[in-house]
């Protein structure tokens, strides 16, 4: 299944990458786009449904209002110009998840359109900022999803049957598409990356979307294709379907660039196609070809008016745009005192949101960073998976440092206890009391250890009562060791200076 | 025969509100008539007798405890069996939807179900609404009660057949280019589209979404009104609903005074192409017109020409999308699935057998117009003389107060006779098409037998958007002037069936 690929460096000498991203948003409105089902996530299959998302024959949609006002926010966020009057149009075609084998969307009349999102990325000659023009953002449906039963790939082809869920049809969707994107080079990838991200900092930021990528929520196709020079017309694309993390949005534009260079170096033409990414091997695959099914036979809906934003109520939607997330890091950073380094390290590794929500929730400025660049980045890392998917409550912070505080753990128990509650174990209290975790802060049997220490090396107690109190470290190592972590460090030291009669 | 069956509903109106007569004895005869005439007719598809006979019962328990209950409330209907109806089959016509129940009510069914309308069964149809003459019935013709052995017109073909064999005296239709008003022109009944968005659409099954209206079916004008009131009114369930309040249309049915009246006769619609007898009665018509004190006035229409031409373009390719939901995924008809076929193919094969020539002919013609390279040329077009006849009727009234047609340029014609002949056959429609296109009300009504054949020959009235009290004054005016120069109403003129 795997393609030939070249290295990315010879990529760039020999091409010129141009990208467009496809962003899918589910709106987080209550109801439907055009009926007055739930949206929840997670239901019973098939419950949250009427002969409106079900299509049923004689069934007419009824537009949602806080969807279209969710549009015009997102296309004011994202510099846009609001249409004065559009339409939804059908796009055709036959499938089981689509109820009426039309999708209600938009086609030549977006609601928004010819806007752009500003981005920064580290390029060699430091941070710079990269500008993504937005070709439009339109309304639209979801539509149902499908499982498939039986075959090796989970996929329609070589399953024993499928089933469909009709909960998500008819959940509103913005989708938001860029103009191609040009001049990236060889940071194309990152200004992938940095786009969705900083998209997702907005969407979230204007509480239209809960953006859980994970969940799909937040959907992302990725348009590739190569050319010699940037002088030359745009090359054949590739569209790769439902990339679904951030770190994925890098690897796979950084595949797919790779990959084209191989076959047009080897002489081959890139196929129009969708291709299906594959998150564990870093790859992408052949889906369908597009030639056969691409047209869709778009037409005015007949049964939906035309919207027509009035210029007062897009006014109003602006004045009321809440902080812009550019301006809202300046602040934190200026509030928390971080230096640009740091802040940069929080908004790279994509952990601002999750420090600014533990620090919300009581965790210390100092210890919600350190865990999350630490040994949360760590483990997610190890996974292969994003920070924010390990499920590390703010709660489960609090407790940590509520604990460590008082004494009752210190750094490396403390980091027992997180492997506890990522492996499921459950929360704080239970991982500590499954694995008895608990410092020991009884100082009898930490004097005992003390004395074994100095006696291995009796040297040492001389440094120390010499003035050479550094050399303490060595025995508190020791008797840290001896205990198997479960002891206060700075009470060893206090024990051992208190024993030997020296004072600092 | 019960002479219940013989009155108006207007007439029935009275003698249940009087307790003369009760809502379960009425449904009872219309029932029984059914019954004995429904074998030679074929007017319904499906005849509920236990769901009539419990809303009469319940009507009749209300007015017993002294409610006060709407004008129809106890009086039978004949329900189009595209309008979706919980617990009762709802066809369409179709063998797609043959064993199809939907799980709710169109609002139009809600609201004469609040008003104590008894709903006596579904009638029949083309199928999917396509057609002029009920031919395209997956399960069979309808036969005309003036002569059995003709169509009784369509779409809507078993509510105006229902109507003229006296099984009901009310009926609701639908009319996407004609199937109210062609049907009630060759059965000696009246028939009315409304407004575009009077009426809610939600619960009829589409055809082509911006040219659909449901709309009533009666024996008399004032009939008409009655129901037309009861179902019409904004609803929210339909963005396309028009929400302002409802023309005066009974009240303008009661007064029927045309004095001083501006009446245009549209040059396009008439003449050559149409049967003498047809234009013969309509002359006739102008000239009562005339003698009830309206100015006639001669109007042109010249973009009504393209208007056959322009809806065959934006019906299919409506129709193609509307009827795409059609796949034996959800519900109706599922050929094929046995485990050895893909999807696609069960989906096709349930599309094959489900759907008659005519939904294929019209599915395909329609997919063909909106692909990419003809959407411009075709549909994009159609467009174009969509507007251009809205411009043509716009200009017109600034003349007149409503204009006038024949409804149809034949008489019933023989079952079979244009069955191969698809043009031919959207021919009939010809006169009728233009109001859909633009979005406005049209009523026919019957204004004589034609001489050659005596069949009933039906004049079309076309009014403003919204204007549809119009209809029914100047609707008024001629059917008690004809009444009285007849004598007695057209269909008592008919032999029995």
Not at chain 1, 35 to 52: D, I, K, L, Q, Y
Not at chain 1, 260 to 271: D, F, K, P, Y
Not at chain 1, 280 to 304: C, H, Q, V
Not at chain 1, 479 to 490: E, F, I, L, P, S
């Amino acid at each position: 299944m795997s393609e030939a690929v070249i290295s990315y460096d010879e990529v760039l000498e020999k091409f010129d990458p141009v990208m467009g991203l496809e962003v899918h948003v589910e709106l987080g409105t209550n109801t439907k786009m055009f009926c007055g089902c739930s949206t929840e996530f997670g239901a019973e299959p098939n419950t949250h449904v009427c002969p409106v998302c079900l299509g049923l024959p004689g069934a007419l949609p009824a537009l949602n209002k806080i969807g279209v006002e969710s549009a015009i926010r997102i296309g004011l966020a994202l510099n846009c110009t609001i249409a004065e009057w559009c339409r939804f149009a059908r796009k055709n075609y036959f499938y089981p998840d689509m109820p009426k084998n039309f999708q209600t969307s938009q086609y030549d009349e977006p609601i928004c359109f010819d806007g752009y999102l500003d981005v920064e990325i580290d390029t060699d000659e430091g941070r710079k900022t990269f500008r993504v023009n937005i070709e439009r953002a339109h309304m639209e449906e979801d539509t149902g999803k499908n499982t498939h039963m039986g075959g090796a790939t989970g996929r329609i082809h070589g399953a024993d049957y499928s089933l469909v869920d009709y909960n998500r049809a008819g959940i509103p969707l913005i989708e938001i598409v860029t103009k191609p994107i040009e001049g990236a080079g060889k940071y194309a990838p990152e200004v992938a990356k940095a786009y969705v991200a900083a998209l997702r900092d907005i969407l979230r930021n204007l509480g239209v979307s809960d953006v859980k990528m994970e969940q799909g929520s937040l959907r992302c196709d990725v348009n590739l294709s190569l050319r010699r020079t940037p002088q030359d017309e745009l090359g054949t694309r590739s569209e790769t379907k439902n990339v679904n993390s951030l770190r994925s949005v890098e690897r796979a534009v950084r595949y797919e660039m790779t990959r084209h260079a191989a076959r047009l170096l080897a002489g081959e033409r890139i196929i129009q196609e969708t291709r299906h990414w594959h998150e564990d091997t870093g790859i992408t695959t052949s889906g369908r070809s597009k030639s056969d099914a691409e047209d869709y036979r778009y037409f005015p809906e007949p049964d939906l008016v035309p919207i027509a934003p009035s210029r007062e109520w897009v006014e109003e939607l602006r004045a009321a745009l809440p902080e812009n997330p550019a301006v809202r890091r300046a602040r934190i950073q200026e509030s928390w005192g971080l230096s640009d380094i740091d802040m940069q390290t929080l908004i790279n590794a994509d952990l601002l949101d999750l420090v600014e929500e533990a620090v919300a929730a009581g965790v210390s400025i100092e210890a919600a960073r350190k865990w999350y660049t630490g040994e949360l980045s760590r483990v997610a890392n190890e996974r292969e998976v994003d920070v924010a998917s390990l499920g590390i409550t703010p709660a489960t912070l609090v407790r940590i440092e509520e604990l460590i505080v008082s004494g009752g753990l210190n750094d490396k128990l403390a980091r027992q206890v997180l492997e506890g509650v990522l492996a499921g174990e459950g929360d704080v209290d239970a991982v500590i009391a499954a694995r008895g975790l608990a410092v020991v802060s009884d100082d009898g049997p930490l004097l005992d250890a003390i004395k074994d220490a100095l006696a291995a090396d009796p040297s040492v107690a001389e440094k120390i009562a010499s003035g050479k109190i550094q050399a303490a470290g060595a025995v508190v190592g020791a008797v840290m060791k001896a205990t198997r972590g479960q002891a206060d460090a700075g009470r060893v030291r206090e024990l051992l200076l208190e024993h030997l009669g020296v004072s600092e | 025969m019960s002479e219940l069956i013989r009155k108006d509903a207007s007439e029935l109106s009275g003698l249940l509100e009087s307790r003369e007569v009760s809502a379960v004895e009425v449904a009872q005869a219309h029932l029984d008539r059914i019954a004995d005439v429904d074998g030679a007719v074929r007017a319904f598809l499906h005849v509920d007798t236990e769901g009539a006979l419990n809303a009469a019962k319940n009507v009749d328990a209300k007015r017993a405890a002294g409610e006060k209950l709407g004008a129809l409330a106890g009086v039978p209907l004949g329900l189009k069996d595209i309008l979706a109806t919980k617990g009762l089959p709802t066809t369409v016509g179709s063998k797609m939807l043959e064993n199809w129940i939907p799980p709710y009510d169109a609002t139009v069914v809600t609201r004469m179900r609040e008003a104590g309308i008894v709903i006596l069964g579904k009638t029949n149809m083309d199928e999917f609404a396509m057609g002029s003459s009920t031919e395209h019935s997956a399960f069979g013709p309808t036969h005309n009660p003036w002569d059995l052995e003709r169509i009784p017109g369509g779409s809507g073909g078993g509510s105006s057949a229902c109507l003229a064999a006296f099984e009901a005296p009310l009926a609701i239709g639908t009319d996407t280019g004609g199937s109210i008003r062609q049907p009630a022109a060759v059965t000696g009944t009246v028939g009315v589209k409304p407004t575009y968005g009077g009426v809610s659409r939600y619960g009829a099954v589409a055809l082509a979404s911006s040219l659909d209206q449901i709309g009533p079916c009666g024996r008399t004008v004032l009939d008409t009104a009655l129901l037309h009131e009861v179902i019409a009114g904004f609803d929210s369930m339909d963005q396309t609903s028009i929400n302002a309040p409802v023309p005066a249309v009974v009240e303008a049915a009661k007064r029927g005074d045309i004095k001083g009246m501006k009446i245009g006769v549209v040059r396009e619609l008439g003449g050559e192409g149409y049967q003498a007898g047809v234009r013969q009665r309509f002359d006739e018509a102008v000239v009562v017109l005339q003698s009830l004190g309206a100015e006639i006035v001669e109007v042109s229409c010249p973009s009504f020409d393209y208007a056959l031409a322009a809806y065959y373009l934006i019906l299919p390719s409506e129709c193609s999308s509307n009827l795409a939901k059609f796949d034996g995924i959800r519900f109706g008809l599922r050929v094929g699935d046995d485990g050895s076929r893909s999807v696609e193919q069960v989906m096709s094969q349930t599309r094959a057998e489900g759907f008659g020539d005519e939904v294929i002919r019209r599915i395909m013609l329609g997919t063909y117009a909106l692909s990419a390279g003809y959407y411009d040329a075709y549909y994009g077009q159609a467009q174009k003389i969509r507007t251009l006849i809205a411009q043509d009727f716009a200009k017109a009234f600034s003349q007149v107060d409503v204009l006038i047609s024949p409804t149809a340029p034949t008489t019933a014609f023989k079952i079979g006779e244009k069955l191969d002949d698809p043009l031919a056959m959207y021919l009939n429609d010809v006169a009728t098409i233009p109001v859909n296109l633009a979005g406005l009300p049209g009523m026919s009504l019957p204004i004589g037998l034609a001489p050659e054949d005596n069949l009933p020959v039906g004049l079309q009235i076309m009014a403003p958007a919204m204007a549809d009290d119009r209809l029914y004054n100047v609707g008024a005016a001629l059917e008690r002037a004809l009444v009285a120069q007849w004598g007695a109403p057209i269909l008592s003129s008919m032999a029995g069936v």
